[in-house]
């Protein structure tokens, strides 16, 4: 049976326009991008193989063109289909740091954080430089590492802020390893930022650490 043919409340497009996308599965989702099936099953069927055999979802987003082009019943119509869908998503986050508006959602700063730094085969300390009103001014990344850390040196942190002029900022930066659980080095540095920029009047508001899964917010944890 086609999915033309299946009952209207089980059709992805016609779940996502009565009850919204987020109802939708991660294969229904992807479904409707690969807009009919391959090897004689539907789409949502082959969305399923494909995020059982090469997912999970981010996994699989996360393919350079060329590799996803190397994945079975993805052609170059699809390939450009998903990383055209997964570039929208980045504008859209990044837009509402980017336009001038206050950030109020701390948890929006830790997915902007995600979505620049997920997935990268090294470590990356980077700073989002906030006004007095808390917009965002710029998003530097400062330190490049290796998978085993990278050094952050907190005089360089102050002296991008001071260029900046900014009155506060959000510091992130990822573990390859996929394990988003703060190190005590991780603290530490915290600390230390956290001293050297009080010195110049500046706030550190948050430092995320972005590993598998959601980003996890040192001030949520009270260590900022």
């Not at 990268?120 to 990344?141: G, N, S, W, Y």
Request: charged share 25%.
């Amino acid at each position: 049976m086609q999915i033309r043919d299946w009952p209207d409340n089980e059709r992805p497009r016609e779940k996502l326009l009565h009850h919204g996308p987020t109802v939708l599965s991660d294969a229904e989702l992807l479904a409707i991008f690969l807009s009919s099936g391959m090897q004689g099953s539907d789409a949502v069927s082959s969305a399923r193989r494909l995020l059982s055999v090469h997912g999970p979802l981010r996994s699989l987003l996360e393919r350079t063109p060329r590799e996803l082009l190397k994945l079975p019943g993805i052609g170059p119509a699809r390939a450009c289909a998903l990383l055209a869908a997964l570039e929208l998503g980045n504008r859209h986050l990044a837009a509402g740091l980017e336009r001038g508006e206050a950030l109020t959602d701390p948890q929006a700063a830790g997915r902007y954080f995600a979505q620049r730094l997920r997935g990268l085969p090294h470590e990356v300390f980077a700073a989002l430089f906030l006004d007095t009103r808390h917009r965002a001014i710029a998003f530097e990344e400062l330190f490049r590492g290796t998978v085993d850390g990278a050094e952050v040196h907190p005089r360089e942190v102050v002296r991008r802020a001071l260029a900046h002029n900014a009155a506060a900022l959000i510091v992130g930066h990822n573990h390859p390893s996929g394990n988003g659980e703060p190190s005590a080095a991780d603290r530490a540095i915290t600390l230390r930022l956290k001293q050297a920029l009080a010195l110049v009047e500046i706030r550190l508001l948050d430092h995320f650490i972005v590993g598998d899964g959601a980003p996890v917010s040192l001030a949520a944890r009270g260590w900022v």
